[in-house]
Structure formats: structure tokens, C-alpha cells
């Protein structure tokens, strides 16, 4: 008798589920799931619930309460992108400003770190500005600023790991432009004698590229110089272009590797006088005695130094 009523209760069960439920029913699902935090049946419900025919209202509320669920069950991309959505399609809504933040900050958890692609992290700066714009003073608003510098940190650190990969093949010249764009454009954030002493590094061993430009220039040289045997008239004469073009080249590096040594001595010595005790200042002074210091300085990673932003935001 038992085990038939438990079969029988099974079947109902069963039966229950397969019954197509009402667009209302699937919206109260949604929201009583919110309550429990149950992320997952919330997600299901909601969805299916903003299929079928519900109120603006109604509609409003279970798109917000759908990015949530998202956001809540750690899915940060599609929180993302249906926070997102919910700002397309209700900017007024009063939930706006919470969407406007979560959306930061869902961005924020998306972030692999300096050495990777930084399209999320311009968006969660973007985010976060706009944020402090629209409601500088929300009771988030300092928080609000503490994210946003960790944004321009790591877009900061993301410069020096690119200058840095320029470094290690001799690409002096290109390094030099990135570390003057990092100290330009990002020197509330970045250490000012880490990122002087790189870029004064870069100038001053500009030389070793050019040494290897001139070297390759000079083997393309030895080759246009054998053409100007070939019995071709067109081909002396092009031959003989190629040549001045070639010794053209090769001195505009002699030069660039004269001033970029002496534009590097005078960043070095400057890092050595104003941070005598700095790592940076010492390792200024070795190379300025003769030392050749090319090793990589690894890029920080305020990723992994600190997760704060993990913790799951309350509204």
C-alpha cells in the first residue's frame, strides 16, 4: 500500500511539471526563487516568464531581477549582458543605478589581467565613470572610484607588459614610446621611478638596435653593391638608389643611437639622484657603471593582489 501511494506521488509529480505552465505562474516562480537564492531556477523561470505576455512593469522588474540571478550565480558575462539590455531598454527605470553599477562591476570580474586583451576592462572604467558622472553622490560612489583606479592600473600595467615585449627583442625605439605614454597618461597609478627607470633604460640601450638595424642594412647594401655589375642599365640605376637610400638609413641609426644614449644617461641619473634607495635607483646606477640590465621587469597584477571585488555586491 505504501509503495503505491509513493508511485502514485512520483506521478502526480511528474505530471506536474509537464503541465505548461502560465506566464504569470513562471513570473512568481521566478521572483519566489529569488528569495530562496536559488540562482539557477530563478535564471530558468524568469526567462521563460519574459517570453510570454507580462506587464512593462512586470517586464521591468523580471529583466532586472533575471541580470541579478546571473550576476549572483557568478555568470558575470551574461549578468553583463543583460544588464546591458536591461539600461536599452528601461534608462529611467529606477533600478538603473544598480543595474549602471553591477554592470561595473560584472566587467571587473571579467578581467584576465595586464597581460591580456583589455576590452573589459576599458568597459568597466567607462562604466564606472559614468556611474560617478550620473550619481556622484550615491553611497557607492567611493567605491565607485576605488574600481575605477584598479581599471586604469591594470590598462597602466597592460602599456608596460607591451613596452616589455618590445624590450626583449631590441625594439628599443617602440618601448620608448609606450613607457612615455604610460608616464603621460597613467603616473597617478604607476610607480614614478619604476616606470622613469624603464623608459631611461630604453633610451639607453637604443644602441643595440640600431647596432642590429645597421648590421642587417649593411648586408642589403653588400647585395644592391653586387647589382651594379649586372649588365642591365635599369637595373645598375635602380641598384644605385637603393644604395644612397641604404646609407641614408644606416646613419639616421648612428644618430638616433647618439641622442637616445644620451636622452637615456640623463633619465638614469635622474632616477639614481631622486630614488637613491629604490630597487629602480640601484639598478639606474649599475648600468650607468657598465652594467647590461635587460631582464623583463614582470608587470603587477591588482588582479591577484587583491579579489575584494569578488565578494558578492549588495544593493
Not at 657598465?290 to 558578492?312: A, T
Request: glycine share 4%; with cysteine.
Amino acid at each position: 500500500m505504501r509503495s503505491r501511494l509513493f508511485f502514485l506521488a512520483l506521478v502526480l509529480a511528474f505530471s506536474c511539471e509537464r503541465i505548461p505552465q502560465t506566464t504569470e505562474g513562471l513570473y512568481r516562480k521566478g521572483f519566489e526563487a529569488v528569495k530562496k537564492e536559488d540562482w539557477a531556477k530563478a535564471e530558468n523561470y524568469l526567462e521563460k516568464a519574459l517570453e510570454g505576455e507580462l506587464s512593462p512593469k512586470e517586464k521591468e522588474k523580471a529583466k532586472f531581477a533575471l541580470a541579478n540571478a546571473y550576476f549572483n550565480d557568478g555568470n558575470f558575462e551574461e549578468a553583463a549582458i543583460q544588464y546591458e539590455e536591461f539600461l536599452e531598454l528601461y534608462p529611467a527605470s529606477p533600478f538603473a543605478k544598480d543595474a549602471l553599477f553591477r554592470l561595473g562591476v560584472s566587467y571587473l570580474n571579467l578581467i584576465k589581467g595586464p597581460e591580456w586583451d583589455q576590452t573589459f576592462t576599458e568597459k568597466a572604467y567607462n562604466i564606472f565613470n559614468e556611474f560617478l558622472k550620473r550619481y556622484p553622490e550615491d553611497g557607492r560612489a567611493s567605491k565607485a572610484r576605488e574600481y575605477r583606479r584598479v581599471t586604469r592600473r591594470i590598462l597602466a600595467e597592460h602599456e608596460l607588459y607591451i613596452a616589455g615585449t618590445y624590450d626583449m627583442v631590441h625594439k628599443f625605439t617602440a618601448s620608448v614610446k609606450r613607457y612615455e605614454r604610460a608616464l603621460r597618461e597613467y603616473s597617478d597609478v604607476l610607480p614614478e621611478d619604476r616606470v622613469k627607470y624603464l623608459l631611461g633604460r630604453a633610451y639607453y640601450f637604443t644602441p643595440l638596435q640600431a647596432q642590429e638595424e645597421i648590421d642587417r642594412l649593411e648586408r642589403e647594401l653588400e647585395r644592391e653593391k653586387g647589382r651594379l655589375k649586372s649588365e642591365d642599365a635599369e637595373e645598375r640605376k635602380v641598384a644605385r638608389n637603393r644604395i644612397e637610400l641604404l646609407r641614408r638609413d644606416i646613419e639616421g641609426w648612428k644618430e638616433v643611437a647618439r641622442k637616445n644614449r644620451r636622452i637615456g644617461e640623463k633619465i638614469l641619473s635622474e632616477v639614481a639622484k631622486s630614488f637613491p634607495t629604490s630597487p629602480y635607483g640601484i639598478k639606474a646606477r649599475r648600468i650607468l657603471s657598465g652594467e647590461r640590465i635587460l631582464n623583463v621587469e614582470p608587470v603587477v597584477n591588482p588582479l591577484k593582489r587583491s579579489l575584494w571585488w569578488k565578494i558578492k555586491e549588495t544593493l
